[in-house]
T-cell receptor
Framework: QQQVKQSPQSLIVQKGGISIINCAYE??????FPWYQQFPGKGPALLIA?????SEKKEGRFTISFNKSAKQFSLHIMDSQPGDSATYFC??????????????FGQGTILTVHP | ETGVTQTPRHLVMGMTNKKSLKCEQH?????MYWYKQSAKKPLELMFV???????ENNSVPSRFSPECPNSSHLFLHLHTLQPEDSALYLC????????????FGPGTRLTVL
C-alpha cells in the first residue's frame, strides 16, 4: 500500500534524446509527488514536484506528467545531456497522514546519457 | 559552510565498535531526518525529528540510536552493528515536518566488517 514502484531500473539515452521514467503508486492518500536527482557522492536533491490537482508541471527541460486515475506519474527529460547522468528517484508523501515528513521513495533509475 | 553537512564521509567499523554519525544543517530548519540507502533498495526513512523531538521511529533496530541536541544537529549512534547495516546513511532537513522540501546531506558511507 505504501510502495512506489519505479521503472526502468536503468536507462541509456543518446544526447538530445528524451528520457522517460515512470512511477506507480497504490495509496490514494498520497498528495505530493517530488522527484529527486542524485549524483555519485552526493545526497539526493529535489528536482521538480507536483500535486495531484494538476496533470503536468514543466520546469525547463524537466516535465512531470501525472495521471491521477491511473495512479501513475512520470518524469520526462527533454534534450537529455550528459550532465543529466545521475540516479533519479520518484517519491510520494501523504501530507494528511500521521507519518510526519515521510517520503516514500521508488527504487531509483540510473540514467546514462551518451554524448 | 552551507546546506546540510555530514561527518564522517566514510566509516569502517567492526561489529563490536561504537561510533557516531554527525549531521549539521545551516538552513535554519526545524525538522531533521535520517535515511538509509542500500544498493538496489529504495531510500528508507529511519527517524524524524521536529524541534528536537522525535516524531517518527520507523521500526529501526535499537542498535541505531538517534540524538537531536538542538535543531541544527543530529547524531546517529551506532552499536553492535551487523554487516547488513552497511549502507549510505543520509541526513536531511526541512523547514517543517510536513510536506516541505527535504534537503539532503552527502551521506556517510558505512561499512561494517
Amino acid at each position: 500500500q505504501q510502495q512506489v514502484k519505479q521503472s526502468p531500473q536503468s536507462l541509456i539515452v543518446q544526447k538530445g534524446g528524451i528520457s522517460i521514467i515512470n512511477c506507480a503508486y497504490e495509496n490514494t492518500a498520497f498528495d505530493y509527488f517530488p522527484w529527486y536527482q542524485q549524483f555519485p557522492g552526493k545526497g539526493p536533491a529535489l528536482l521538480i514536484a507536483i500535486r495531484p490537482d494538476v496533470s503536468e508541471k514543466k520546469e525547463g527541460r524537466f516535465t512531470i506528467s501525472f495521471n491521477k486515475s491511473a495512479k501513475q506519474f512520470s518524469l520526462h527529460i527533454m534534450d537529455s545531456q550528459p550532465g543529466d547522468s545521475a540516479t533519479y528517484f520518484c517519491a510520494a508523501v501523504d501530507a494528511g497522514g500521521t507519518s510526519y515528513g515521510k517520503l516514500t521513495f521508488g527504487q531509483g533509475t540510473i540514467l546514462t546519457v551518451h554524448p | 559552510e552551507t546546506g546540510v553537512t555530514q561527518t564522517p564521509r566514510h566509516l569502517v567499523m567492526g561489529m563490536t565498535n561504537k561510533k557516531s554519525l554527525k549531521c549539521e544543517q545551516h538552513l535554519g530548519h526545524n525538522a531533521m531526518y535520517w535515511y538509509k540507502q542500500s544498493a538496489k533498495k529504495p531510500l528508507e526513512l529511519m527517524f524524524v525529528y521536529s524541534l528536537e523531538e522525535r516524531v517518527e521511529n520507523n521500526s529501526v533496530p535499537s542498535r541505531f540510536s538517534p540524538e537531536c541536541p538542538n535543531s541544527s544537529h543530529l547524531f546517529l549512534h551506532l552499536h553492535t552493528l551487523q554487516p547488513e547495516d552497511s549502507a549510505l546513511y543520509l541526513c536531511a532537513s526541512s523547514q517543517n515536518v510536513m510536506v516541505d522540501t527535504q534537503y539532503f546531506g552527502p551521506g556517510t558511507r558505512l561499512t561494517v566488517l
